[in-house]
């Protein structure tokens, strides 16, 4: 068992993260026999490495128990010593292209960041009490951007009661987005085929000719209620299974419009 999940796409990577000691093998071997993003049920394309969760593209930029930041970003925002950081895991990023903007990083020590708040809540003894202590410790040194941005997150309106990112926090999730993560395949146990997830290339089209697209168009794919710049997006980083890509298909106005562009 252990040698299919270290040999699977994705699985010699994880071992890279220094993580693979922390998640046993039934934990992983459980991860890969599901589908589903574990916060909005859709298919799970990438694994969030800190919890050993199946994520989606979308829960993964907007969720808050999927951001990541340095260690030490963590440290000084939140008041923690590096004897605290024990209780929590710590992972090392893969080098590699991360974000909407896909610029490229090093390697470095990453902590979720639901994590290390739940570690600091429990020091000093509720959320009110921490962001008492914080009030008056002041942020220096390496990271202090980051540190500072973290921070003012948790002073934002309703954050420890939210299941999204604050808006405030826009930046310092594209700043270390997807650099918690990996992309994970799901095994089918019946069939034992590996599942690595499709994209639709139409839906990747319509979000980037979105200029172009008759506004009746954009009406029957976005609902009224939703941002359709955003929704686009959405649309075009979401994962199917083969059998929900099939389906999709069907009724997607980018894929169809690629159909017939390459039917003439």
């Known amino acids: 068992m252990c040698w299919s999940i270290l040999t699977c796409p994705g699985g010699g990577r994880l071992s890279r993260t220094q993580l693979i000691h922390r998640h046993s093998v039934s934990q992983l071997h459980s991860v890969l026999k599901s589908q589903s993003c574990e916060t909005c049920l859709g298919y799970g394309a990438f694994l969030f490495l800190p919890t050993c969760s199946r994520t989606c593209w979308q829960c993964l930029q907007f969720r808050k128990e ?15 010593t590096e004897a605290d950081q024990e209780g929590i895991p710590v992972m090392w990023s893969i080098p590699g292209r ?15 960041v639901a994590d290390a708040t739940e570690l600091a809540i429990s020091k000093y003894g509720s959320a009110g009490r921490l962001l008492e202590a914080l009030g008056g410790k002041s942020i220096t040194g390496t990271g ?16 420890f009661d939210a299941n999204l990112v604050p808006d405030v926090g826009s930046s310092l999730v594209g700043r270390y987005f997807g650099r918690g993560s990996i992309r994970f395949p799901s095994l089918d146990m019946a069939s034992g085929e590996i599942e690595c997830g499709h994209w639709c290339r139409g839906c990747g089209c319509a979000e980037e000719q979105r200029s172009q697209l008759p506004e009746d168009v954009v009406a029957q ?10 929704e686009l997006l959405r649309l075009a980083r979401t994962a199917y299974s083969r059998t929900e890509f099939l389906e999709h298909v069907q009724h997607c106005y980018g894929a169809q419009r690629l159909v017939t562009e390459l039917t003439y």
Do not use: M, T
């Open 98 to 112: 991360y974000g909407i903007r896909q610029l490229e990083w090093g390697s470095a020590s990453l902590v979720a």
């Open 221 to 230: 794919i976005v609902p009224s209620d939703v941002e359709p710049d955003r």
């Open 66 to 80: 999927r951001l990541v930041v340095p260690v030490g970003v963590a440290r000084k925002a939140l008041g923690l």
């Open 144 to 159: 202090v951007h980051s540190a500072r941005q973290l921070r003012s997150l948790l002073w934002s309106e309703g954050y």
